[in-house]
Each structure stands twice: as structure tokens, then as C-alpha cells.
């Protein structure tokens, strides 16, 4: 699709961009038609993969000056949408920024482009003794651009924190594509805090770039342990135990039968027989607190009726028991041709309630849902089962996942733990926040972006102008100067 | 601005309204009524009364920072969150707990302590609230370990200047749905709306905690020391570094976790520390080094600046206290004519500046804070005002809340 304003924009990009970097092509543009969460799917109107921030500021730029919307994307592997392109607008790929600008350890901090990917951090700041610690399941290919605009999480996060912890500084690209610095190398600089504000925002604010990241001393000593139990109930009251006796594992994770089923079929992790659930139980820091805290892990296990326990003993070992758990979601190709990822939080008390009340939707519904998740957290990932083949099977298996986000508000928690709420969930909000909730944050959305060109449709359900502050800016609203919208 | 006798009923019907006392000026700022709300609702009706009759407002919590940032241009209004001291639910199992804004951190600490459990944020201010210790910001020597406030906020209800009630994040520690209005409100010195709960994640208080320590003369070995440690495997819950009596530092770990453990973390930080390092007895203060009178700073810099920024202290005459394993330093400048001290303000915040870091004036003497520039500048100069600016128009776009008290004016 074209439009004046995205000629333009074109021409700006032709101007400034090498010819391979500006993608004009429908056939070129179609492969950047959905993200991770593949069901949803727009051709976007121009794609651009900038060399450097200054590019991608001044396309960001031209998008402003001609009201075109724009949408940011790093590996493009978001499992909610939050990448989906907007057919009339650009689709800013980071792909080509990928240096580490800087690996110090004396600072324990990285700075890297957006489009690094996540684990190449760890990669790089290793040798120093050093490791970036937010760990999506994705790390081998997600970028820490996307990871800073979804703020993601990962198995570590019970223990280090998630995204926003670990972020201590970036370059900001405005919706007006100026270029402003937020936060700085130490922390808590003064002034609003605008970069606790933007990262999680889903590239709604702006688009980050050169971020400066916190590195976390490798530990001393790491322990993973593979636990076999007979039942989740049984699984979860290990879990229960553990937090109650004052131990904060690195991770704990959960995955129930028919999630062992898909990554045994998937990568032959050799998860325990006959179990109903494990547990992947992760302890590090230094070894003789290790030490103490995995004896008391093991017997806490034995106490709520584990039946097997393997400690892994070497990197090999480590690395089969987390590729089952790393590997799940793909895995579940295997035993069913299509799924839907969901991502709930609840209370982690509320884990056995929610999770009978689960296999009853499941049950009464005849649809399939495999269970895997950061049990320490609450962070559920149930993967809804269905052939969209089957007329009607896809819908069935929406309503299913709609189901289990009610269950997860009904309990006091959250639509989403890590994935985002991108294009998915913008219609959940309402369900867990108020409409002064809502607008509430629309006031940050009209500071940042008062035109609505960034990531316009994500997050929130019903995109509304922002009008003008009263006695300050006195023209008239961009899009309403375009002819896009009318101010209401 | 005089509050006329209409506003006054308008904001008595609310709840409780007195007139303002000299005690009650916020850093020399009169302020003309005090009203004591004792819920939301309440505050929210204060609000839209404020709003309705054009008038400023200054939260207050437990009134232990008044003296902090830069006085308000007006306080017609201080809300006193006092009355809103409830701790309203403590999940133990979930490890989080709500509380009102008005909540002593103290109080809130010993309830959470029945179940073994502790938030982990220092009382530097003996007496703050919670809703303080949010607004303005405050952290110790833990910080070390799982960071601030910010870090630990999971869930905040605020009321807007306009009235309005709004939350943002919820009853679970892993939550993206939508923007995170709680980094936004801390350390916004209440000038985007007035906190009146918030929900903050737990931790099991650690069966073990001791304190070893090193003197060393100069600010190049107390940061070949500090470095030594936090480059190590020990995982110090805090690493701080305070000026000693005889002009050098001392260097202070903390250990925590599981008493066998700690016992041989402690012995491996000593080794670290050095032949004279030894166990504290008693836990090294952890309130902020400045005395009334005094002016103090938040110093910051990049790990590798630490020595650099203690010697630049030392150089103008400043103590000490801090969390030097975090980059994040706490100095004291003694009584002097206010130009004296502005020089070395400026000088400090050149040197952090250089660092990577800033020099924030905390607190000082009014006769200070009238010659020097508070809170500096902010990252991204002029555009990140500019942003900052935007994002308080939209809050508060009639500029009623704490008004002036906040960076650049704001």
C-alpha cells in the first residue's frame, strides 16, 4: 500500500539508506508480515533496516513530518504482536545494528545497539567473568532492543529481576525523532525517571538505541536440578516449600505431562518416566551457600513426594535438563499442528486453584493445553492445543486462552507476565484496569507521542487523541491537520 | 494565594482540614491548610476540591524530608497522608504486602517480620513513610542486593491532580501490562499526583547477616578494596564505605544468607579485605552522614570512578557514607557561607559528572539552596527536561502539584 506520505518517507530512506536496506517489494515486504505470534499477520507499507541510530532517527523523523505511523522490530520473535506492522505505516528493523559498543567490567556495564542479540551479551562479557541476566527463553535470537520495549523476562528473573532491572541507560528516538539520552551509566539520575517508563512500553514512546546495560558477576557456583514428581499439585507444594524455607532458587520451573510429552518427542531431554510434572530447580551464587540450600532443596522435593532427582553434573547435563525447558513452546509443534502461547501471572499461592480449574476448562472444552511454567513467579505459559484445520477448532482454542486470562484477573493477577500485550491482548485491558487506569496511562502515551505514530493499535484497546495541554500548544493536531483523524 | 472560606468548606467536607502552623511550611514555604485524609476516596475528594479552587498541594507523608529538593513556589494544601497508616494486606505466601502511603516503613517492617519476611530498603530516614521513602526516592546499604524501591514496587494507586484515582501494575511481581506508572511517580518528589498505596514485593530475611570491615588511609585503597570484593564470588548484600575519624575510609561488607555459608563468606571477604580486616559488632549506621545545617549530597558515578569521587570528597572537605559497591555515595559538606559551599558543589558535581554520574543537592540550609543549583542537570540536557516537562503538563498541567520543587522547575 502507498501513500504520499510513505513515498516520502521513501525517499528519505533512498536518500540515506543503502538500496539493499529499503524494502519497497510486496514479495520482500510480506516476509515481515507477522512476529513471533505468527496468526496475526500485515504486510507492512515500507520496510527499512537502518545502519545506525542516526538512520533510524531520521527515518523516525520523516514518519513524523508526513503523520505516517511507524513500527519498530528487532528479531521479531514478541509472542504478542508488539512488531505486527501497520500496513499504511514503516517497519523500522534493527537487524543491522548489531555492535557491542563496549563490554566494561570495571563498571560491571555493556553498552550494545538495539539489534544485539540477547545472548551474544553473556557471550561477550564471559571472559570478563561477567553475564547480562535477563534470559527469555529466546535468547539465542531475540535482540535487546526487543527485549527492552517488551521488558522480558526469563527463567532468572525470580531471582535477578527482569529487563527494566538491568537497564541502566539508552538513546531514545522520540516520536519527533530527536535523539535524547535517558538515564545515565550510574544509577538513579536525576529527574523523572523516563527510561523506567519507555522500557515495557512496547515501542509505543519511542525507540530505544544504545542501550547501557548492568553485567552480573558470573556465580561461583550453580546447581540445576531435575525433580520428578507424580502430579503439579505435588510440584507446586515443593515450590511452596522452598520459598516458605527463605530460598530464593535462580529459577524454578514447571512443566506438567503433556509439556514433557512435546520436549521428549521434540529434543530428547530425558525428563524422568512416568511423571505428571517436574520441576527445573536452579541455584547459583557463592558455593558454600549453594551447598547449604541444595540440601535443603532436595529434602524439601522428598517431603512433598518427588520420586526421582537427577543433579546434573556437568555443562552437558545442565544444558539437556534446560533445553527441554527452553524448548517447550516450539516442541508442542510436535504433538499438535497448532498452539496458542498464553502468558498469565497469578498469585504463585493461587498455582494448584488455577490449575485445576484450568484442566476443567480443558476438559469441559475438549481442547488440549499443555502446562509449562516459572513456578517460583507465578508466571503461567499454558499452550492451548488445536488443528486449524478443524473448522471451528482455531476459536475454540481462543476462547480456551481467554478462559485462563479470566482465571488469572479473577486471582489478583496480571494478563501477561513477559510477553507483552502488543496487538494480542490490547482487548484484555480493560479487564484489569479501569478506564482512569487507562487514561491514565494515555497521558504518558500523549507526553511521549501525541500524534500516535509510534506503534500506533498496540497495548491499549481504544486509541484515543490526546488533545492539547490547556494555554500551551496552540496548533492543531498533527493527524487532525492530515485529515486522519478528528480531535474528540 | 489566600485559600478563601469556599475552598476551605469544599476541602473540609472531605475530611479533616486544619490551618497550617509554622511547622507545617515545607521547606520555609508557608503552607495555608493541612488537610488529613484517611483513604483514597478522601484524598481524591481533597483533590478535586484543590483542583476545583485553583489551589497548590504538597503531599506529606510523615513529614521527615521537607527540607528536601527545591522549596515549592506554594503549598496551599498540604495533604497529610498520616491518618492512611494502614498496612493493608501481607501475603506471606505470595511474599508481597500493601500498604497506605502514610505507613512508617518501620511499622511496615516489623509486621512483615512475623512471618520471616522483610522489605528490603533501608530506613535511612528513621520515621519515613512509604509513601516518602517512594517520592523522594530513598536507599542504603542493601541496595547492593536487590536494589531500590524501584525494583520492589509491583503495584501503586495514585490520585491525580485533577482527582482522579488511577492504578498501575497489581498483586504480582511478573506484570507488563501496561505502562509502569510507579517508575515514573518515584523520585518525582510528589509533582505527578499524590501515591496513596502501594504494593511492594518481599524477601525471607536471611538466617545469617555479619558485617566485615577494613580502615584503610586513602581513597586508592578504599577503592582497590571495594573493587576487590565486588569483582569476587561473595555476593555482598551491601558494600559500604564511610570517612573514619583520621581522614581515611572504612569499608564495611555485609554477608547474608545461610549461617554455615556465611561463615565462609565472611572469611573469604576478609582475605579480600586484607590482613587488618575484621567483624563488626554492631551494624554500621545507615542513615545519610549530614547533621541540620549541613548540606547534603547524592553523589553517583561509575564503579571504576568510586576512588576518584571519595578522593574529590575528601578534597573539598565533605564525610562520606555510602553505598560505594553500587556507585551511589552520600556526602556531607559542613557549615559554611553559602558561596563556599556552592564552589564545592560544583566542584563535586563536575567531578560526577566526569564519572558518568551526578551530584544532586539533597538537603541544605535555605541560604545554600538559594546560591546553588539543586538538583543539577538531568540526563539528555535540554530534550530530557523538555520530555520530563511534557510528561508533567499532561499530569498536572495547571503546575499545582509541589510546585517548583522538582528539577528545572517543575
Known amino acids: ?488 | 494565594m489566600t485559600v478563601t472560606q469556599a475552598a476551605e468548606s469544599a476541602l473540609g467536607s472531605a475530611c479533616p482540614v486544619t490551618p497550617a502552623g509554622p511547622g507545617d511550611a515545607v521547606d520555609g514555604t508557608p503552607a495555608g491548610l493541612v488537610a488529613r485524609p484517611a483513604s483514597t476516596d478522601e484524598v481524591a475528594e481533597v483533590m478535586r476540591a484543590a483542583a476545583a479552587h485553583g489551589l497548590s498541594v504538597v503531599p506529606r507523608g510523615r513529614g521527615t524530608k521537607q527540607t528536601w529538593g527545591r522549596p515549592p513556589s506554594a503549598a496551599d494544601v498540604v495533604v497529610d497522608l498520616a491518618a492512611m497508616d494502614a498496612v493493608l494486606d501481607h501475603a506471606a505466601g505470595d511474599l508481597i504486602v500493601e500498604t497506605q502511603a502514610g505507613a512508617r516503613l518501620e511499622d511496615v517492617q516489623a509486621q512483615v517480620a512475623t512471618a520471616g519476611q522483610r522489605l528490603v530498603v533501608d530506613d535511612t530516614v528513621p520515621g519515613a513513610s512509604m509513601g516518602g521513602t517512594l517520592a523522594a526516592h530513598t536507599s542504603g546499604p542493601q541496595r547492593m542486593l536487590v536494589g531500590t524501591v524501584r525494583d520492589l514496587l509491583i503495584g501503586v494507586t495514585v490520585v491525580r491532580a485533577d482527582g482522579v484515582v488511577a492504578h498501575a501494575g497489581g498483586r504480582v511481581v511478573k506484570n507488563v501490562a501496561g505502562y509502569d506508572l510507579g517508575k515514573l511517580l518515584i523520585g518525582s518528589y510528589g509533582t505527578l499526583g499524590v501515591v496513596t498505596e502501594a504494593v511492594f514485593r518481599l524477601h525471607p530475611v536471611p538466617e545469617a547477616r555479619r558485617w566485615v570491615a577494613v580502615d584503610v588511609p586513602d581513597a586508592v585503597r578504599a577503592h582497590e578494596v571495594v573493587h576487590r570484593v565486588v569483582h569476587a564470588q561473595v555476593v555482598p548484600h551491601a558494600v559500604e564505605v564511610e570517612t573514619t575519624d583520621g581522614g581515611g575510609f572504612r569499608v564495611a561488607v555485609l554477608l547474608g544468607g545461610r549461617e554455615a555459608g556465611v561463615v565462609q563468606r565472611c572469611a573469604a571477604t576478609r582475605e579480600l579485605l586484607g590482613p587488618t580486616a575484621a567483624d563488626l559488632d554492631a551494624e554500621p549506621d545507615p542513615t545519610y552522614p549530614w547533621a541540620p545545617g549541613e548540606t547534603g549530597l547524592k553523589l553517583t558515578c561509575l564503579l571504576s570512578g568510586v576512588g576518584e569521587l571519595l578522593g574529590a570528597a575528601h578534597g573539598v572537605g565533605a564525610r562520606v557514607r555510602g553505598s560505594a559497591g553500587t556507585g551511589v555515595l552520600y556526602a556531607a559538606l559542613p557549615p559554611a557561607p553559602a558561596a563556599d559551599v556552592a564552589v564545592a558543589v560544583e566542584r563535586l558535581r563536575a567531578t560526577c559528572t566526569l564519572l558518568g554520574g551526578s551530584a544532586v543537592v539533597v538537603d541544605a540550609p535555605a541560604e545554600v539552596k538559594q546560591v546553588v543549583d539543586v538538583w543539577g542537570p538531568v540526563p539528555g540536557g535540554d530534550a530530557g527536561l523538555d520530555l520530563m516537562r511534557r510528561v508533567k503538563d499532561r499530569f498536572d498541567p495547571e503546575h499545582r502539584l509541589a510546585p517548583g520543587r522538582f528539577v528545572g522547575g517543575i
Open chain 1, 1 to 488: 500500500m502507498t501513500s504520499p506520505g510513505l513515498d516520502a518517507v521513501a525517499a528519505v530512506a533512498h536518500r540515506l539508506l543503502a538500496p539493499e536496506d529499503v524494502i519497497t517489494e510486496r514479495a520482500r515486504l510480506r516476509t515481515y508480515e507477522c512476529d513471533g505470534l505468527a496468526h496475526y499477520r500485515v504486510t507492512p507499507g515500507l520496510v527499512v533496516v537502518p545502519a545506525d541510530a542516526e538512520q533510524l532517527a531520521a527515518i523516525v523523523r520523516a514518519c513524523a513530518e508526513h503523520g505516517v505511523p511507524y513500527v519498530a522490530r528487532g528479531s521479531g520473535t514478541g509472542l504478542s504482536g508488539g512488531a505486527l506492522p501497520h500496513a499504511e505505516g514503516v517497519l523500522v528493523v534493527t537487524s543491522r545494528m548489531r555492535a557491542i559498543l563496549a563490554v566494561r567490567r570495571d563498571d560491571q556495564r555493556a553498552v550494545v545497539e538495539p539489534g544485539v542479540i540477547n545472548l551474544d551479551v553473556t557471550r561477550a562479557a564471559t571472559p570478563e567473568g561477567y553475564y547480562y541476566a535477563p534470559d527469555p527463553s529466546s535468547q539465542q535470537v531475540c535482540s535487546i532492543g526487543g527485549n527492552l520495549a517488551e521488558n522480558s523476562g526469563g527463567a532468572h528473573c525470580l531471582k535477578y529481576g527482569f529487563t527494566t532491572n538491568h537497564v541502566l541507560a539508552a538513546d531514545l528516538v522520540t516520536p519527533q525523532g530527536e535523539t535524547v539520552p535517558l538515564g545515565t551509566g550510574a544509577p538513579d539520575a536525576p529527574g523523572y525517571d523516563l527510561l523506567g517508563a519507555v522500557v515495557g512500553s512496547e515501542g509505543t514512546l519511542g525507540v530505544l538505541t544504545a542501550a547501557t546495560l548492568k553485567l552480573v558477576r558470573l556465580p561461583e557456583e550453580v546447581r540445576t536440578l531435575l525433580v520428578g514428581f507424580e502430579t503439579t499439585d505435588q510440584a507446586g507444594a515443593a515450590t511452596s516449600k522452598i520459598i516458605a524455607a527463605g530460598i530464593i532458587p535462580a529459577a524454578i520451573e514447571m512443566m506438567d505431562a503433556l509439556a514433557i510429552e512435546a520436549a521428549e518427542a521434540a529434543v530428547q531431554c530425558g525428563y524422568p518416566d512416568g511423571a505428571g510434572a517436574v520441576l527445573v530447580i536452579e541455584l547459583d551464587g557463592a558455593a558454600s551457600e549453594v551447598e547449604e540450600e541444595y540440601a535443603e532443596v532436595t529434602r524439601l522435593c522428598e517431603e512433598a513426594g518427588s520420586f526421582e532427582q537427577r543433579l546434573a553434573t556437568d555443562a552437558a547435563d545442565r544444558a539437556a535438563i534446560w533445553r527441554g525447558r527452553k524448548s517447550a513452546f516450539a516442541a508442542v509443534g510436535r504433538i499438535s499442528p497448532d498452539y496458542i502461547v498464553q502468558d498469565g501471572v497469578i498469585p504463585r499461592t493461587a498455582l494448584p486453584e488455577v490449575l485445576t480449574a484450568i484442566r476443567r476448562v480443558s476438559e469441559e472444552s475438549g481442547v488440549r493445553v499443555a502446562n509449562v511454567f516459572h513456578a517460583g513467579d507465578g508466571n503461567l505459559h499454558p499452550l492451548v492445543l488445536f488443528d486449524d484445520a478443524v473448522e471451528g477448532a482455531g476459536d475454540a482454542a481462543e476462547e480456551v486462552s481467554g478462559a485462563i486470562l479470566d482465571l488469572c484477573i479473577e486471582h489478583g493477577g496480571s494478563i501477561t507476565g513477559e510477553h507483552g500485550v502488543g496487538a494480542d491482548k490490547a482487548k484484555y485491558m480493560p479487564r484489569m484496569y479501569s478506564d482512569d487506569d487507562l487514561d491514565t496511562m494515555q497521558l504518558v502515551r500523549c507526553a511521549f507521542d501525541p500524534a500516535g505514530v509510534s506503534n500506533p493499535g498496540k497495548v491499549f484497546p481504544t486509541p484515543r487523541l490526546c488533545g492539547e495541554v490547556p494555554g500551551r500548544h496552540k496548533a492543531p493536531h498533527p493527524l487532525q491537520q492530515a485529515g486522519l483523524a478528528e480531535v474528540f
